[in-house]
């Protein structure tokens, strides 16, 4: 059972706007703490995708965002396309838990 | 360029040990923590364990405290995780990654990883 809960997967056709939400308490996402997001897609290892609850490191697309407000935060990937059919998880810092940095469970994007 | 490659995964009976390396590359080793994040077979991400860029702090995920220890040589630019005592709720594929700062503060994330080095715990 994750700290953070994300639903198991989301759908879009090419195009589209999808979402992904990442549902928190008052030890992580309500306490302040930054919210980050990595995708993992099939077969590799997990990147960076947002830091800072709605910054992107260099090279991913400004159609990828993130947002936070009270206990949840959001990525939203607009102009869906084959290539980010993967894996999503959000991360953040708990002060209440036996494990500091946290993850969501993760979200499978399935684009149609 | 950024790298970091695992090594030290494989089969393992219940009970015993096993050390993973990492090797890092393309980034001053010794001003960033480093961190070991673990994915059981078909499962999620799961913190694991961090180190600070000195090497003097060490945090590690309840699920792991008192069996696994990790460490750094700064001259050898290696991250290391020694695991004793494993269990079968142990298999996972490692992932060996840089943080973000020197420091292990709420706001560290995990900026690159490595591809990862598999364990698997037999019974």
């Known amino acids: 059972q994750s700290v953070l809960t994300q639903p198991p997967s989301v759908s879009g056709a090419p195009g589209q706007r999808v979402t992904i939400s990442c549902t928190g308490s008052?030890?992580?996402?309500?306490?302040?703490?930054?919210v980050h997001w990595y995708q993992q897609l099939p077969g590799t290892a997990p990147k960076l995708l947002i830091y800072g609850n709605n910054n992107r490191p260099s090279g991913v697309p400004d159609r990828i965002s993130g947002s936070k407000a009270g206990t949840s935060a959001s990525l939203a990937i607009t102009g869906l396309q084959a290539e980010d059919e993967a894996a999503y998880y959000c991360q953040t810092y708990d002060s209440s838990l036996s494990g500091l940095w946290v993850f969501g469970g993760g979200t499978k994007l399935t684009v149609l | 360029e950024v790298k970091l490659l695992e090594s030290g995964g494989g089969l393992v009976q219940f009970g015993g040990s096993l050390r993973l390396s990492c090797a890092a590359s393309g980034f001053t080793f010794s001003s960033y923590a480093m961190s070991w994040v673990r994915q059981a077979p078909g499962k999620g991400l799961e913190w694991v364990s961090s180190?600070?860029?000195?090497?003097?702090?060490?945090y590690y995920a309840d699920s792991v405290r008192g069996r696994f220890t990790i460490s750094r040589d700064n001259s050898k630019n290696t991250l290391y995780l020694q695991m004793n005592s494993l269990r079968a709720e142990d298999t996972a594929v490692y992932y060996c990654?840089?943080?973000?700062?020197?420091?292990?503060?709420?706001?560290?994330?995990?900026?690159?990883w490595g591809q990862g080095t598999l364990v698997t715990v037999s019974s």
């Open positions: 180190i600070s860029g000195s090497g003097g702090s060490t």
């Open positions: 990654t840089k943080g973000s700062a020197r420091f292990l503060g709420s706001g560290i994330f995990f900026d690159y």
């Open positions: 008052s030890s992580n996402i309500g306490a302040g703490y930054d």
